[in-house]
């Protein structure tokens, strides 16, 4: 086939987009035609990285340029400049081109090249815009997963006992055992105890971080310290012990899910705390009034020359504790657990005692003789499962403290509900509403908080002066706030001075957080030991239950102990001793 180098040149239209093979030259649509206008410059590079440097049409046409690429790749788009070079035509009629199948091969390689040029050259300015922001809403969704939450449980473990029982040195052990405390700083502490010739209090300094606490030995505010176990997360609160701290003690409980109930074997130890007057017995009772879910009974110094891990030592302690704690409300059996330790030298704690220094130990397990089969405190503490966490209810958070940083930030439990940033929430009793700013949990910023946790929640717009400790944070509907109430009280003690609880009688009122003064307003009816009601009495005494009105000097935020038991029970408090403890029976009705 040949073709007269005279003929007329064909020119496609200016509006020309692409060219059909085998079916001729079809109208295209005009709209692209500017498009590759302004695209020249980008189009060869990506377009000569896909040409095949071998194809001898490629060669031919890369010699008639003198090598000059550019110029090579117009050549080859322009269909009448390469009917014009007899080496091309060659080329071409040498590789099948009967019947204009020529055509069509050089129309396939330009469409192909300009459809590669055409991919290539937009592909940055489609890329670039819609997918900046995605990495973006990646790694929010990322940090949001990772901080919302350890989904092991928080429990808050509160450690009560009577003065010098051990708790502080218990405390400390278990944070050295799960090495929350490195080697060093425990040297640091043995060598300060030795040096007030307290060698065994060393421990102890882990929790007491007080100068003071540290002179005396005793434990003043309330130690707070975490750790973790592989399916639970634990705060400890170190209590003191001493009678002239309880209502510290109080605050500390409060926020207690369990409580460790601190016993001494030492002979003599035990009968000072559990006596009349001695601490184990109004801390114990302030635990179930507080609203411990278990109580955890460790006797502990069982490793002591006046004991050396004797099994009727332990048993004497139990035997007398059952009675009082059963008389306190709890259900021995599935509210009470047994165990005992060494909190000196770790036995029992987190690994087991060894069966030569306490070989009855094991087959007490086996009968479950102190209602647990778990062998060491920390087995037991993880063996316990919490109840009655609602994290669909309404908010409530008992503010514990509050400080200023860069804000207002109050500081609680969540006792009930989920708190979130961006929430609106009500403060009790002002009524007050603010909006939350941010929600910690144990120092870590969070995106939100269940029931359990210790948190800081920063209160937008919110002063110093207008969140105090005793207040509650709501969301709706909130709590109640009264100066008045009905409540069930059984009397455990009473001043010295005072042995009859009558209408007139005043003293303080401690409830969740906060504490008010209070007085006893009217007397509706009291029960007797034997069960005897009087619904016309006019006093009270000591192992009495009493249906009374209660009149408060200011509002505090309360609720019936049926809608909300955290917030419904209360202790009584005069003069150093707890009085009586009691649950919020019925509210005032609300004002319209």
């Known amino acids: 086939m040949s073709f007269n180098p005279n003929a007329t040149e064909w020119k496609p239209s200016a509006s020309a987009a692409s060219w059909t093979p085998g079916g001729g030259f079809s109208t295209p649509a005009p709209a692209p035609a500017p498009a590759p206008a302004p695209a020249p410059a980008p189009a060869p590079e990506p377009a000569s990285s896909e040409i095949d440097e071998s194809d001898p049409l ?18 080859l788009s322009d ?30 390689e330009v469409k192909e090249k300009a459809t590669v040029s055409e991919e290539k050259a937009p592909a940055p300015v489609a890329a670039a815009a819609p997918k900046a922001p995605e990495p973006k809403k990646e790694v ?27 708790k502080s040195t218990l405390s400390g052990n278990i944070l050295y055992l799960t090495d929350n405390v490195d080697k060093r700083t425990i040297e640091k ?9 307290r060698e065994s209090w060393f421990l102890a300094f882990i929790m007491d971080t007080n100068e003071e606490e540290r002179a005396k030995g005793k434990t003043v505010e309330v130690g707070r310290a975490h750790f973790e176990s592989e399916v639970k997360r634990y705060t400890i609160l170190d209590a003191p012990g001493h ?7 109080i605050m500390g409980a409060c926020q207690a899910d369990i409580g460790v109930l601190v016993i001494s074997a030492r002979k003599g130890e035990f009968e000072t705390g559990f006596d009349r007057g001695g601490q184990t017995r109004e801390h114990a009772m302030l635990a179930k009034t507080l609203g411990v879910s278990y109580l955890v009974v460790v006797i502990n110094k069982m490793d002591d020359p006046t004991v050396q891990w004797d099994k009727k030592r332990f048993d004497e302690c139990v035997t007398k504790l059952r009675p009082f704690l059963k008389g306190c409300g709890f259900t021995i059996k599935r509210e009470v ?46 063996s316990l499962n919490m109840k009655d966490r609602n994290a669909d209810a309404p908010l409530r958070i008992p503010v514990l403290d509050r400080y200023t940083d860069r804000g207002t930030i109050a500081m609680g439990k969540v006792e009930s509900g989920t708190v979130r940033p961006g929430m609106k929430i009500t403060l009790m009793p002002t009524r007050n509403q603010y909006k939350v700013d941010a929600v910690w949990a144990n120092e870590k910023p969070v995106v939100s908080a269940r029931p359990g946790e210790n948190v800081l929640v920063k209160l937008n717009g919110c002063g110093t002066e207008d969140v105090l400790r005793g207040f509650v944070i709501c969301s709706q509907p909130a709590c109640r706030a009264v100066d008045k109430l009905i409540v069930h009280l059984a009397l455990m003690d009473m001043p010295d001075n005072t042995r009859i609880f009558t209408a007139g009688f005043a003293c303080m009122f401690h409830a969740h957080t906060c504490e008010e003064e209070c007085t006893v307003t009217k007397i509706f009816e009291t029960t007797d030991r034997k069960g005897n009601v009087n619904k016309s009495a006019q006093f009270a005494t000591v192992g009495m239950r009493v249906v009374c009105m209660l009149s408060l000097n200011r509002t505090v935020p309360v ?3 049926s809608d909300f038991a ?27």
């Not at 490629?58 to 050549?75: F, P, S, T, Y």
């Not at 987190?350 to 405190?377: I, M, S, Y």
């Not at 202790?571 to 004002?591: A, D, F, Q, S």
């Open 58 to 75: 490629w060669q031919a046409v890369l010699k008639i340029c003198e090598g000059n690429r550019d110029k090579a790749m117009k050549m």
């Open 79 to 108: 269909p009448d400049s390469l009917s014009e070079n007899p080496e091309v035509m060659a080329i071409i009629n040498s590789s099948g081109g009967d019947d204009g199948t020529w055509e069509q091969n050089l129309a396939d």
């Open 140 to 166: 929010v969704e990322t940090v949001e997963d990772v901080v919302e939450g350890d989904p092991r449980e928080h429990i808050n473990l509160v450690f009560i006992g009577h003065v010098d029982a051990g």
């Open 559 to 561: 609720e019936t102990f």
């Open 337 to 382: 657990k047994f165990i005992p330790i060494s909190g000196l030298s770790g036995a029992n704690v987190k690994d087991e005692v060894d069966p030569k220094l306490c070989p009855w130990w094991r087959k007490c397990l086996a009968k479950k003789e102190n209602n647990t089969d778990e062998p060491t405190l920390l087995s037991l503490l993880d």
């Open 189 to 197: 502490y043995e060598r300060e105890a030795k040096e007030r010739n």
């Open 566 to 592: 955290f917030l419904g029970r209360f202790t009584l408090r005069t003069e150093g001793k707890t009085i009586g403890i009691g649950k919020v029976h019925k509210l005032p009705p609300k004002k319209e």
């Open 243 to 249: 009678k002239n701290y309880v209502p510290n003690m």
